[in-house]
């Protein structure tokens, strides 16, 4: 939940922290990495690929068929 949406103080101060943490140690993992993780649907797909080696678009097609 982002903390616009938040409905409460306390949820929006752990809103806050939660995301300022993630930001945190995305920032050290590209420093350990050397370089930028990729992000929006280049991160899904990568992510995916990590899994089995297959896209997430060809694994649909496997479940299609």
């Known amino acids: 939940m982002g ?3 938040a409905e409460t103080k306390v949820g929006k ?3 806050a922290g ?3 943490s993630a930001e945190a140690e995305e920032r ?3 420093a350990a990495k ?3 993780l990729a992000k929006g649907a280049d991160r899904f797909e990568e992510r995916s690929k990590s899994s089995d080696g297959k ?3 060809a694994k649909q097609q496997d479940a299609e068929e």
């Open 34 to 36: 050397g370089s930028d």
């Open 55 to 57: 896209s997430a678009g």
């Open 3 to 5: 903390i616009e949406n």
């Open 28 to 30: 050290e993992t590209e």
């Open 13 to 15: 101060a752990a809103a």
């Open 18 to 20: 939660l995301q300022g």
